[in-house]
């Protein structure tokens, strides 16, 4: 059995307790700014058609719910951590209900036969399948700091959390959201795996998974005709595989050095919708391969100070969470470019601080906050020297 060795700590008071960590709090500036100005340049022409000739109509509502972004950020930022802790049960409980509000028709909107959104006044919707990412990952966090603490090992239980957890996941699926519902089972695996649960429970999970994971893909011809599109780039060129064939279009007219801001925008605007989930074709033929490397440079960084702060937590509660939402945002951001790409079939998950959607920005910017408040944890301990060191047994359940 593993176990953790480390010296007694105890918090500073002080003002060293608002420090967080700076190139955390950067790369999070840098990665919103970027996705700002990607929108910026990408989105124009396509609002200018559809939206009374307002060219900056999706920055003016990115701008808005970054803002709104912003307050959250600035909440999960400085709000210490045993509160957030307290407040979990809440945060699931309202996260479930808004999912069941997408079932309610008065409530809700219907955008290509699927219900994911509930009205918000002035024009706004708001996506609950969103905020779920944040919901499990505080909750998986919050049970597993738990069973840390249960002395007893016969105590410890993990299928109470896994109920919970393929709950959430399925109360997303019945949104007719699979690619989301599949994210979150990879992402909560992750943690599952991070938090030193025995994974045995994987093996008759996979069994029945598998294939029902198929035959929900076979349910739906649009998933059909995805998968098609990824392994048979060539059909469906005017059709379904329109959209994927014009973004590697518009990649391979940026080049090395990018067609430049403002030019080859016609490939831009024979994309649909740009600036949703395919916008990171928008940044590459901008900026061209050199724009990949940057980008990518500004990922990479983003994750090494994410998981550097979920690495040196002492707070397990934290840790845990701080591992989850990088994880959440790192990966799906690595999914999206992959899919604009042609690496992998089409889905339905948009860039994080890039793509349009107030839901996405919010809760993304909710996830900074929270990884941050992490990185305060960690700046805000100080050794203690009690003459020895203190040894925990590491998480074992089942």
């Given amino acids: 059995m593993s176990r953790y060795n480390f010296n007694a700590r105890r918090l500073q008071g002080g003002d060293g307790y608002y420090r967080c960590d700076i190139g955390l709090l950067i790369s999070v500036i840098l990665l919103w700014g970027t ?4 929108m910026l340049v990408c989105s124009q022409n396509y609002a200018a058609r559809f939206f009374n000739n307002d060219a900056l109509y999706f920055v003016k509502r990115q701008i808005i719910c970054s803002g709104v972004g912003f307050v959250f950020f600035l909440s999960f930022l400085f709000v210490d951590m045993k509160t957030i802790k307290k407040a979990v049960f809440y945060i699931v409980l309202a996260t479930v209900i808004l999912c069941v509000l997408t079932f309610i028709k008065p409530l809700s909107i219907e955008k290509n036969g699927a219900r994911r959104w509930i009205k918000m006044p002035f024009n706004f919707s708001f996506q609950p399948s969103e905020l779920v990412k944040f919901a499990l990952v505080l909750y998986l966090a919050n049970y597993f700091d738990k069973q840390f603490s249960l002395t007893n090992e016969e105590d410890r239980d993990v299928m109470p959390c896994v ?10 699926l019945l949104q007719k959201d699979f690619s989301t519902s599949a994210f979150l089972i990879l992402v909560g695996v992750l943690i599952f795996f991070v938090a030193g649960a025995k994974l045995k429970w994987l093996i008759p999970f996979s069994i029945i998974a598998a294939p029902l994971g198929m035959l929900l893909i076979f349910s739906e011809q649009y998933r059909i005709n995805r998968l098609i599109g990824f392994i048979r780039p060539t059909q469906g060129e005017a059709s379904f595989n329109y959209q994927s064939n014009a973004a590697k279009s518009a990649i391979s007219a940026g080049g090395f050095w990018g067609a430049g801001i403002g030019r080859g925008l016609s490939k831009l605007n024979s994309i649909p919708e740009v600036q949703a989930d395919y916008i990171f074709a928008g940044w590459t033929e901008a900026m061209g391969y050199v724009g990949v490397i940057i980008y990518l440079l500004m990922l990479g960084f983003f994750a090494w100070r994410g998981y ?9 509660f934290a840790a845990y969470g701080a591992f989850g939402c990088v994880t959440m945002i790192v990966l799906q951001s690595l999914i999206n470019c992959m899919v604009v790409c042609g690496l992998l079939p089409t889905t339905g998950i948009p860039l994080p601080f890039f793509s349009v959607g ?7 910017l909710m996830m900074c906050g929270f990884i941050l408040n992490a990185s305060r944890c960690e700046e ?9 060191e203190i040894s925990i047994d590491s998480l074992t359940v089942l």
């Fill in 35 to 38: 996705g700002l100005f990607t």
């Fill in 308 to 316: 550097r702060a979920a690495y040196k937590c002492p707070n397990r």
């Fill in 163 to 172: 109920g919970i957890f393929l709950g959430m996941v399925l109360l997303v």
């Fill in 358 to 364: 107030g839901s996405s920005i919010i809760v993304t």
């Fill in 380 to 388: 805000a301990v100080e050794e203690v020297d009690l003459g020895g």
